[in-house]
């Protein structure tokens, strides 16, 4: 009786998955170059709404490439009106200073994200290679050519971006799995 229980729930997610329209901001941070990405799903057909990077110039402080993030960010999220956000999970850098400059600017994307009440879930880098592609071990390449496929862009993002919407489109492939089995929010 659980078993069929449980079946009929699965089944009634399914069905609700199917008609909802949900609109996923992707986020790819780093100082000087921030993908982002906001895909919008309906069920299994999914599309790109906006996509691009966010630029700061080497020579530009610190301070100001985080604010610029911010409000670039933010700006997005009030053109665009995502349902939830979905960032990179932190990654381990050999160098300590370059991390916690990636820190920093993971930390006012969430920021942003937080501002404007979305719920923002982390994926692995290894995880979304793996959505994507199939394999969490795959060259950045082979990402941005699925990316074009899943989307059906007439052209190959630029490699942030790219970055970007492969993490939204793991969050959603992540939306069809029970709670206890998806991505930690943050």
């Not at 530009?60 to 960032?87: K, M, R, W, Y």
Request: a positive charge.
């Amino acid at each position: 009786m659980i078993c069929r229980l449980s079946c009929l729930w699965w089944a009634w997610q399914v069905v609700c998955m199917a008609r909802e329209t949900i609109k996923i901001l992707g986020i790819d941070t780093s100082l000087r170059s921030t993908g982002v990405g906001i895909i919008e799903a309906r069920g299994s057909e999914l599309r790109a709404v906006a996509y691009g990077r966010i630029r700061n110039k080497p020579k530009v402080p610190h301070s100001l490439c985080l604010e610029n993030i911010f409000s670039s960010i933010t700006d997005l999220i009030e053109a665009h009106q995502p349902d939830c956000a979905a960032i990179e999970g932190a990654f381990f850098a050999k160098n300590a200073n370059t991390a916690m400059v990636l820190g920093q600017a993971r930390g006012v994307a969430i920021a942003a994200c937080a501002k404007k009440g979305l719920e923002i879930t982390e994926h692995s880098p290894r995880k979304v290679k793996s959505a994507i592609v199939g394999t969490g071990t795959a060259q950045k390449d082979q990402v941005a050519k699925m990316v074009v496929r899943l989307l059906n862009l007439a052209e190959q993002p630029q490699e942030d971006a790219a970055d970007a919407l492969a993490i939204a489109i793991c969050h959603h492939h992540q939306l069809s799995l029970p709670e206890e089995l998806r991505a930690k929010r943050i």
